[in-house]
Structures are given as C-alpha cells and as structure tokens.
C-alpha cells in the first residue's frame, strides 16, 4: 500500500491519527474513491471538482492544489495495471463541538492494486437486493457528496454481501428506487435510459456524469427523472455504475432475475475509448 499523508510519503505504521481528530468523533470527513490504469489515475478533474463542491458546502479546508501534486507523486509510483485510491480530508483535532482552524486540517491519499479487466472481458452481472435501511434525512446535504459519516451505505453494502449478492439498493417506503450503496442506477425502457436526478438522495457519480455525456452517441435518450420499483422490474435493462467497476448489468433484484439487453456493452465500449483519449 501507497500512504502519502500531507504530500508526504509514509509508511503505514506511521500513518496515524489523533483520538481526537474529527474523523475518529464525528465521521467528519470527505472522501473521493479514485481508479488508475497504469501511473494515469482516471477523471482526476471531476473527482476533485466534485470534491472541492462539498468543501465549499460544508465549509471544509480543501487545497486543491496541494491535492493535485500529491495524486501526481502517488500516480508515478504505482506499479499495478490497475489501482483504487482513496483520497480523503479532515478538519483535524476538535476541541468540544467547535471547528478546529484550518491549519490543523489534514489529507490521506492511500493506494492499492485493483482486479483489472483482461482484454475484450466484460464485468460480471451483478446480483442486487434491497437495502433493509433508508438512506439518511433528505433534508441533510450528506448523500450529495462523499462524506466519512457513511453509515447507512456500510450497514446496507454489508447487508447485501451477507445475502451473496454485490450490491444494495436504496428504495424509499413509496417504492421509489434511489442508488446503490456504492452505485448510481440507470434503467432502459425502449430507446429512453432513465437514471434518478441527483440531489436530496443520490449522488452524482463520476461514471454517471460520464454516461449522460455518452448515451446520445447510441442515438438514444436520456432522462433524469424518478425510478419506481415497478419501472425497474419492467426496463429492458438495467446497470449500475460508480468509478471502480465502471458498468455492471443487473442480473437479478431479490433473488428475480431481471432482463438482460446490450445497451450497457456499448456504453462501456464508449466509455473504455474515451478514457483512452
């Protein structure tokens, strides 16, 4: 593992906080999950654009410039065909419930060999069940960015690999369908492809951002708009995405198998040329 702590190479007995860092007490942090091929780390601009938008929302030190030099230092190190990196902030050490200064903030980038794809193999289905808890508080700002208070996601990702599946979806009690614990979702009912809109609820993902650029190269349409339970049991397809595993189709939703279709494969053709320049 790569551990570059405030520009700073460490090793990983070294890499360490305070028990009374904001991380430890409250959850309170940013985060951007990022993947590499080779010493090139994939759509660094939108990640950190995307992070830079959560610390103007919540009033978090960021210095992006430091961060962009830092990623640079990590990405001529990494010697796997592919990485995940996580990239995370920290206001540093509280005293009681008030913000520390800005000084006393901190980042972590961490780097690991990531399972590549080999040439022309495509991602596995994936197998889907229903979250058993409901993502947090519309009224909070927490699931419009990557924040360290990630509790629903953890206890709804697990719950998923508990029940031998890959992925939890996020379903409000009216039966709307939202996101993954670590996905966004997209649907395709005749020549539309329909994804929830982002805010309040859902996250707007690196590979989703990437995907409304593309769908209109198919000569399809495209929708934001809300997803019912009933809309996905009755697409002609549907896939998930985030930066990691780039487009996965759903196999089943619940042990139900769901239909099968090939618009996801030429999506994820359009998207391996385009991070190929």
């Not at 972590?108 to 193999?121: H, R």
């Not at 995405?241 to 996801?264: C, H, M, V, Y």
């Amino acid at each position: 593992m790569l551990i570059n702590m405030n520009g700073h190479f460490v090793a990983e007995h070294e890499a360490s906080v305070s028990v009374t860092d904001g991380a430890v007490l409250f959850g309170d942090t940013l985060f951007e999950t990022l993947k590499a091929q080779g010493q090139t780390i994939l759509w660094q601009k939108d990640h950190l654009d995307r992070l830079e938008k959560a610390a103007a929302l919540l009033n978090f030190p960021c210095n992006r410039e430091a961060l962009e030099q830092a990623l640079a230092d990590v990405a001529a190190r990494l010697d796997s065909p592919c990485s995940r990196l996580r990239l995370t902030l920290s206001r540093g050490e509280f005293s009681g419930l008030e913000f520390p200064p800005a000084t006393a903030s901190w980042f972590c980038i961490t780097a690991n060999a990531y399972p590549a794809l080999q040439e022309g193999e495509w991602p596995a289905p994936a197998v889907c069940v229903t979250a058993p808890n409901q993502r947090v508080n519309h009224l909070s700002p927490l699931p419009q960015l990557k924040g360290g208070n990630y509790a629903d996601c953890l206890y709804a990702g697990n719950y998923a690999r508990r029940n031998q599946a890959h992925e939890a979806l996020f379903i409000t009690p009216e039966g709307q369908v939202l996101e993954g614990a670590t996905s966004n979702i997209f649907i395709r009912k005749d020549r539309t492809l329909i994804t929830p809109p982002c805010g309040k609820l859902v996250l707007n993902g690196i590979i989703r951002q990437q995907l409304l650029s593309l769908i209109p190269l198919l000569d399809m349409q495209v929708a934001e708009r809300n997803i019912t339970l009933d809309d996905l049991k009755q697409a002609d397809e549907a896939f998930i995405t985030n930066s990691l595993i780039d487009i996965r189709p759903i196999a089943s939703l619940d042990g139900t198998p769901l239909p099968q279709g090939e618009t996801w494969q030429m999506l994820f053709i359009l998207l391996t040329r385009a991070i190929r320049g």
